[in-house]
């Protein structure tokens, strides 16, 4: 059984960065992509960043509100991929949740991953 696990959320004010880890693990074959995805109180849940697990060099793809400030990366050897959040915004507050396995259409739908993490919890404050 697939288990998805993320880390790393906490309270920043406005301008300071928190990095996310996110282990998969169970999977009985490679995992193809890994992404990350938001949601904030009230709201539906959106994309942030994934990347291609299938490859120790897989390419990262990012929403573009986040562009310049987020960085995806992974450990392939340990099955982690990692989200590096910098000048970080009061809309940038919510439950960040990890999915792996894509299945089919949009890289950052939310609707389109099998596995998913019970989330961490990102708080920004002005």
């Known amino acids: 059984q697939v288990t998805v696990v993320e880390s790393g959320g906490g309270s920043v004010q406005t301008g300071g960065s928190l990095r996310l880890s996110c282990v998969v693990r169970?999977?009985?074959?490679?995992?193809?992509?890994v992404a990350w995805f938001r949601q904030a109180p009230g709201e539906e849940r959106v994309g942030v960043a994934g990347?291609?697990?299938?490859?120790?060099?897989?390419?990262?793809f990012y929403e573009d509100f986040v562009k310049g400030r987020f960085t995806i990366s992974q450990d392939y050897d340990l099955n982690s991929v990692y989200l590096q959040m910098n000048d970080l915004k009061p809309d940038d507050s919510g439950n960040y949740y990890c999915?792996?396995?894509?299945?089919?259409?949009?890289?950052?739908?939310?609707?389109?991953?099998?596995?998913w993490g019970q989330g961490t919890q990102v708080i920004v404050s002005s």
């Open positions: 990347i291609y697990t299938g490859a120790a060099d897989g390419g990262p």
């Open positions: 999915a792996a396995q894509w299945r089919t259409g949009w890289l950052l739908g939310p609707h389109n991953y099998i596995h």
């Open positions: 169970g999977a009985s074959k490679r995992i193809n992509y």
